[in-house]
């Protein structure tokens, strides 16, 4: 397999468990184009968040006791490997038997769809999918979210935030900061980013509830998004 026809997605718990339960419609588009991307060569590894289940969990251990960062962090990664599973049955037919945890392990597998999810505290899943790539030797890494673009500033706090279509790793540096929080809202966090840069790795976000968009990317064609390099 060529690098060229492998990818990790880096796919947001958002997009899998939003607030409002498992997105099971989403997950069904999701799969459709995965399988067609499949049939035309190509093999994706797929790092899942734990989106609303993960803040279901810590919120609730909050209420009753007072609970260690640490333990917070743990939630949230086993919430990863939960979601993880859940495409893992999805992708039953073409998916490596076993959800990674640990990246730096490696697996030798023909299966076109291997899934990961969180690995160990302090570390986001957007870390696990540039470990996977130093892994495996893969040098593209497309993060899925529910934002169409990086941009300067907070969009939602700023109307005149400027959308990012292209930027290089020290800018984009300098735009999320240094340090890692559990549950922090960056496009790309800062650990992963310099693991990123020092890799040579080639990072596209988009918003992964435009699967056309996300297929044109995979097929090298002009998409919606910000790529970082």
Not at 205 to 213: D, E, R, S, V, Y
Request: aromatic share 10%.
């Amino acid at each position: 397999m060529s690098d060229k026809n492998a990818f990790i997605i880096s796919l947001g718990g958002s997009l899998i468990v939003p607030g409002g339960g498992i997105d099971w419609k989403f997950l069904k588009k999701f799969r459709n184009l995965i399988i067609k991307e499949i049939k035309a060569g190509r093999k994706f590894f797929i790092v899942c968040g734990g989106g609303a289940t993960a803040r279901n969990y810590g919120l609730a251990a909050k209420k009753v006791v007072r609970v260690k960062p640490e333990d917070v962090d743990w939630l949230g990664i086993h919430s990863t490997r939960l979601n993880a599973h859940l495409l893992r049955t999805i992708f039953h037919d073409v998916a490596f038997p076993e959800v990674i945890k640990n990246p730096t392990f490696h697996r030798s597998t023909s299966r076109k769809v291997v899934l990961a999810g969180g690995w160990k505290p302090g570390w986001s899943t957007d870390y696990v999918a540039t470990m996977i790539a130093q892994e495996y030797g893969i040098k593209k890494i497309v993060n899925l979210s529910n934002v169409d673009y990086v941009y300067g500033k907070d969009p939602k706090k700023h109307k005149d935030a400027e959308k990012i279509e292209k930027i290089d790793w020290p800018s984009f540096k300098k735009l999320v900061g240094s340090k890692w929080i559990p549950g922090m809202n960056a496009p790309f966090d800062p650990i992963a980013s310099r693991k990123g840069e020092t890799l040579g790795l080639t990072v596209a976000i988009m918003n992964g509830k435009n699967l056309p968009n996300l297929a044109a990317y995979i097929e090298g064609k002009k998409f919606k998004g910000t790529l970082i390099n």
